[in-house]
Structures are given as C-alpha cells and as structure tokens.
C-alpha cells in the first residue's frame, strides 16, 4: 500500500470534457503537490498546498484548477484539455519543514496517465 | 543555464560494474538534495537523501555531495539489471524543489 493514492490511474478525455484527478495521501504529511511529466522533460510542479493554502501556482493554464479541502486530500479538476496537455500528473505531499534543512523530503504517488483526444 | 542539470543517457553499464550518476545545480543556497528513481510507466520512489558536503552510503547506494562545486553524485555498485531506470537528481533550494531531466541507466547483464 503506497502513502499516495491517486485515482483515476488512466482517463482518456476529449478536449470538451471535464473530469477530476483525486489524491489522497495517508502519511500525516500537510503540503500536498501537483506535478506534470511529460517524455523527455523535466517534472514540472504545478500547484503547491501547504496547511491547506495554495502557495505556489507556476502560471498552469486556467484550464487546470486545483482544489485541496483538508490536508489528506488534493483534486485537479480538468476542463477544456488540448491534447499537448496529454501526460503523466504526479500527486505528492510532505511535510512542510518548520525549520532547518531536512524535512521536505516529498513522496509521490503512482500518477494518473491522461490523454486528451 | 538549466536549474538541474543531467546527462539524459542512456548510460550503459555492465552487471556488477559501478554506475555513476551525476547532476549539477545553479542555485548556490541549495541546502537538500535528493535521488529518485523511476521505473519505467511507474513514479519517481526516493532512494537517497543528502545535506551535508561528503559521501552518504545507504547499502549498494553512495551519495556524494560537493556545495563548493555545486554537484551531486550518485554512485550503485555491483549493478543489477533491476537498476535499470531513469535516476531523477532534485535540489531544494531557498523555496522550492527542482528536478532535473533524468539519467536513463541501462545494466545489461
């Protein structure tokens, strides 16, 4: 049993449609993240919850909205999709360091693979 | 100039032999450095985990860490071809983590 859960693992979508991808971590961790991973590039952070407050947005399309309501949960809903927007969406939390170096260690879940049609 | 930076591969290296990862970073005030491994179809599992200048060893695994050079390293003796993956290097720096591209290791046997 993986600490990060993410359902659906696979959605295919057409360009009009709208779903949801859901998270659920069981680690007691509060930050909670959003990653794209597309071929042959880097991971790409998307959102960033912390204590349940959105802190980091890195200029994702409006067509992805988040949404995280409690600490054990994370949605990214979906909705008018291009299909270069096909990719493999990460889940992962940590806990938010309260001080020094250590502590952010993040861990990711399985993914939900998406392709848009 | 790249945040993260590794060399995407493939590397090829024969079973049992050593196999060297490395990655280099721009952001001087980095502070935490990880190694994930990722499995083809599969997401990124961590694997190692350095803070401090030096070698960290966990098992077949050796981290090494240069702050002065801004470069990680990570080392997998006696290889298996149950290495083969992609090795993903993240660097933690004053707000965020930041992931390079990967490295592509192949272990033929």
């Known amino acids: 049993e993986t600490g990060v859960t993410q359902t659906p693992r696979h959605l295919v979508m057409g360009m009009t449609n709208k779903k949801s991808l859901k998270c659920e971590q069981h680690?007691?961790?509060?930050?909670m993240y959003w990653y794209k991973q597309s071929a042959k590039k880097p991971l790409e952070l998307m959102f960033v919850?912390?204590?349940?407050?959105?802190?980091e947005n890195n200029s994702v399309p409006s067509r992805f909205s988040p949404e995280c309501p409690n600490s054990s949960h994370l949605f990214l809903h979906l909705h008018t999709l291009q299909p270069e927007d096909s990719a493999l969406y990460l889940c992962?939390?940590?806990?938010?360091?309260?001080?020094?170096?250590?502590?952010?260690?993040?861990?990711f879940g399985e993914g939900s693979w998406l392709t848009v049609v | 100039q790249k945040e993260v930076e590794q060399n995407s591969g493939p590397l090829s290296v024969p079973e049992g032999a050593i196999a060297s990862l490395n990655c280099t970073y721009s952001d001087r005030v980095s502070q935490s450095f990880f190694w994930y491994r990722q499995y083809s179809g599969k997401s990124p599992e961590l694997i190692m985990s350095i803070y401090s200048n030096g070698d960290k060893e966990d098992g077949r695994f050796t981290a090494q860490l240069n702050k002065a050079s801004q470069y990680v390293s990570l080392l997998i003796r006696d290889s298996q071809p149950s290495d083969s993956a992609t090795y993903l290097c993240?660097?933690?720096?004053?707000?965020?983590?930041?992931f390079g591209q990967g490295t592509r290791l192949t272990i033929n046997p």
């Open positions: 919850y912390s204590l349940e407050e959105r802190v």
């Open positions: 993240a660097v933690k720096g004053a707000q965020k983590l930041v």
């Open positions: 680690l007691g961790h509060n930050a």
């Open positions: 992962a939390s940590s806990q938010v360091a309260s001080g020094g170096i250590s502590g952010n260690t993040i861990y």
